[in-house]
């Protein structure tokens, strides 16, 4: 069998539900982050009976530093943003049956009144697409850009690992540039490269031939490899 070597673009905190998927079939996994986040802390009242619309687990971080949670309603994209949503107090309505932006808004559109303030918590680079598709369907949508993501510089150990690996995995269009911008100096032809969403794999192909997951999945990420 082959030998694996895996690189996720993301902190060990937030790979390690793949990483752990990825190493139990025998793979070896390196989380090497090319971005942090700074949040905003910014003055903002909540009108009353808004729905929040969580996609990520740090726009839940940045509502709790602008907002202390009352058992605000709200919708998921997927069971990491369900599990830290319900440990923080929110009332969970419900989540995408996969975690897809596309059948989140899917969701909506079925399931809620357009009467229905939505408030979306997100990053300076965000799904306009989601955004324009509810207001086009009539939802009285709110972005709040509560965080961004700023390049973390790859280390030289870093370097050394992505060198040496066999596959890549981006999670985001910020991760793209802020990976890119960085590597100049080694040839990437004998590498594999995949994206997480469809924006991603825009930006990813600019750079490198490249796969698109179908799902945002570790067991997808196998499917396609084994």
């Known amino acids: 069998m082959k030998k694996f070597k895996v690189i996720l673009t993301r902190s060990k905190k937030d790979g390690k539900g793949w990483e752990k998927i990825l190493k139990g079939k025998g793979l070896e996994v390196h989380c090497v982050p090319v971005q942090i986040y700074r949040f905003n802390k910014i003055n903002y009242e909540i009108p009353e009976n808004s729905i929040i619309v969580f996609t990520s687990t740090k726009g839940i971080k940045g509502f709790l530093k602008i907002k202390e949670n009352k058992n605000y309603d709200c919708i998921v994209l997927g069971e990491r943003e369900e599990e830290e949503a319900k440990k923080f107090g929110f009332n969970v309505i419900f989540k995408s049956n996969f975690p897809s932006s596309k ?33 086009k369907e009539g939802f009285d949508l709110e972005v709040l850009i509560l965080y961004k993501p ?57 750079f490198v031939n490249c796969k698109k997951l179908n799902k945002p999945e570790a067991e997808e990420f196998l499917k396609e490899i084994l």
Do not use: C, H
């Open 150 to 206: 700023v390049k973390r510089k790859i280390s030289k150990k870093d370097l050394n690992i992505i060198k040496n690996s066999t596959d890549l995995v981006f999670f985001s269009p910020s991760q793209v540039q802020n990976f890119f911008s960085q590597i100049s100096n080694f040839s990437m032809k004998e590498k594999r490269f995949w994206a997480i969403g469809e924006k991603t794999y825009e930006d990813l192909k600019e």
């Open 103 to 135: 059948n989140l808004l899917e969701k909506i559109i079925e399931n809620l009144p357009k009467n229905k303030k939505l408030i979306y918590p997100t990053t300076l680079i965000y799904n306009k697409e989601f955004e324009e598709k509810l207001k």
